[in-house]
């Protein structure tokens, strides 16, 4: 017996060895680029003893009274657009629910279909939309309020700082609002459907078969994916915001990714940068904790 089950896990650790393999080549390879961030790294000059600075790019992150300001302009910025997407993270879910009531089948794919393709489109594509339809000059919003005299002049709708989180929140609640309740729809067809049966003979109507047994089937896997995204609550991404940035917008639009690529790439100080995504790290660690505990607490049950 000892020996089937020895034989079963060799063969189970060579059907996961590839996915190691990537983890590793993808997630732990490229840290060791960290090493740049104790040097006054230069492109194209080897690093050494001579432009060794130990911990003088983290030094800079406190000491210097702007680089701080803008770290704790970018974590607001970060912290609030992460927010603001965990708010809304329910939507998927109620999304899929209406979406599953849907009688007509042909109508409810080709509602799920048109709901879904914005995922696969671009963030410069989407951008090419909003700069369409709301550009001061040649945008259809503002060319149909200035003849229907509602305004004398068209409004810099994507160079407006006041409420871009929440804009930023509804372009990609549009994007991906499809694509993520698919797996809620998965949920929902696993949910035993003698269950609705017996509560049809009951007298339950639509909405109590809603309320009673597919909110709380699909519960579990909205707090799995909550907590999740609550660990990854950093890790906003920057294409969305790269893409909608300009100097008008930057002050309120600027990330913790996109600054991070602003200081490396456009700004050229790439060991600042890098000691910049090392802090990052730091707190998306500490963050993926905080959701581990936070699970055991309320679940009684742990991420890992």
Not at 63 to 73: F, G, N, S, T, V
Not at 123 to 130: G, M, N, Q, T
Not at 136 to 163: E, P, T, W, Y
């Amino acid at each position: 017996m000892t020996r089937i089950h020895r034989s079963r896990g060799i063969r189970l650790f060579f059907m996961t060895l590839p996915f190691m393999v990537l983890v590793f080549l993808l997630s732990y390879l490229p840290l060791s680029g960290w090493i740049y961030a104790f040097y006054a790294y230069k492109p194209g000059l080897p690093i050494g003893p001579h432009n060794f600075v130990g911990l003088e790019n983290f030094r800079l992150i406190i000491q210097d009274k702007y680089a701080l300001q803008d770290i704790l302009r970018v974590l607001r910025n970060t912290f609030a657009m992460s927010l603001i997407g965990i708010l809304g993270s329910p939507l998927p879910m109620i999304f899929a629910i209406f979406l599953n009531e849907i009688r007509n089948l042909r109508f409810r794919r080709l509602v799920q279909t048109l709901t879904t393709i914005p995922n696969f489109i671009s963030w410069v594509l989407v951008y090419a939309v909003a700069f369409a339809m709301f550009s001061v000059d040649d945008g259809f919003v503002n060319r149909l309020l200035v003849s229907l005299g509602m305004i004398d002049q068209g409004i810099a709708f994507l160079s407006s700082k006041n409420h871009v989180w929440l804009t930023m929140w509804l372009w990609g609640t549009w994007k991906g609002l499809g694509w993520s309740a698919i797996m809620y729809i998965a949920a929902i067809m696993s949910i035993d459907q003698e269950l609705y049966e017996a509560a049809k003979v009951d007298g339950a109507g639509r909405f109590a078969c809603i309320w009673y047994i597919t909110i709380p089937g699909l519960l579990p896997t909205y707090f799995v994916l909550l907590i999740l995204s609550i660990a990854n609550f950093i890790n906003s991404g920057m294409e969305q915001y790269y893409v909608f940035e300009n100097a008008m917008n930057k002050s309120h639009i600027e990330v913790l990714d996109l600054y991070v690529f602003n200081q490396g790439i456009v700004g050229i100080n790439y060991a600042y940068a890098i000691a910049i995504g090392m802090l990052k790290s730091l707190v998306s660690l500490v963050l993926l904790f905080l959701a581990n505990g936070g699970s055991r607490l309320f679940r009684k049950e742990r991420i890992f």
